[in-house]
Structure formats: structure tokens, C-alpha cells
């Protein structure tokens, strides 16, 4: 059974950073992608940030481009977003997932809805 965990969520002060972590387990991510979506609330989700698990390949989402930094670990199959430079409007659930297709593009633009999913951790941006 795949299961994601997310960490490293929390509260920060704007203009600071914060850098999330997840662990995935119990499936076969040789070609996976994985990546990041938050939502806000009263706000649909939103794609953050999403890299291959092998080979070159990653995308973000236009409101964090040059903010966030994602990089994956693939001998843990761990993802890590590093968040910098955060806003008021960064506040939202983030939410970890990954795709055995390895479809990067379809995985950041929503054509293809990730398989899996973590529990979500929160963000919290004050001024």
C-alpha cells in the first residue's frame, strides 16, 4: 500500500522560509513523478511543484516560480520543497502526491490527476 507522509509544516513570519519533506513508501517509484499542491481556503488546489524521480525534469507553479526549490531524494524516494521568500498568501494545506506514469506535465498542468496522495500539512504565512 503506497503512503506518502508529509513534514515540516508550520508557521513562519513573511519573508521567510520554510522547507517541507515527503517520505514515500510501499510502491515502486523508479519513474515517478512527485510533487507538491496546496490549497487555501475557500480556494480550489493549486499546483506548486513537481520533479521526475529519475532523469531531468521539473515544474512550478507561476505564484512560486523563484521562491520555491524542489529536489527529490531518490535513494529515500524523498521530495523536499524548499519554500523562501514566503507570503501572507502562500498560507494553504500542502499536499504531497506522486504518479507511477512519471507524466510530468500532464502531473502540473491537473490532465492527469496524481494516483497518490498524502494527508496534507499546514503553512501558515503571518505578517
Known amino acids: 500500500q503506497v503512503r506518502l507522509v508529509e513534514s515540516g509544516g508550520g508557521s513562519v513570519q513573511a519573508g521567510g522560509s520554510l522547507t517541507l519533506s515527503c517520505a514515500a513508501s510501499?510502491?515502486?517509484?523508479?519513474?515517478?513523478?512527485m510533487g507538491w499542491f496546496r490549497q487555501a481556503p475557500g480556494k480550489e488546489r493549486e499546483f506548486v511543484a513537481a520533479?521526475?524521480?529519475?532523469?531531468?525534469?521539473?515544474r512550478y507553479g507561476d505564484s512560486v516560480r523563484g521562491r520555491f526549490i524542489i529536489s527529490e531524494d531518490r535513494s529515500e524516494t524523498t521530495v523536499k520543497l524548499q519554500m523562501n521568500r514566503l507570503r501572507a498568501e502562500d498560507t494553504a494545506v500542502y499536499y504531497c502526491?506522486?504518479?507511477?506514469?512519471?507524466?510530468?506535465?500532464?502531473?502540473?498542468?491537473?490532465?492527469?490527476?496524481?494516483?497518490?496522495w498524502g494527508p496534507g500539512t499546514q503553512v501558515t504565512v503571518f505578517a
Open positions: 502526491a506522486a504518479d507511477s506514469r512519471g507524466w510530468l506535465l500532464a502531473f502540473a498542468s491537473g490532465r492527469a490527476d496524481p494516483q497518490h
Open positions: 510501499g510502491g515502486n517509484f523508479g519513474n515517478a513523478v
Open positions: 520533479t521526475r524521480m529519475v532523469g531531468d525534469g521539473t
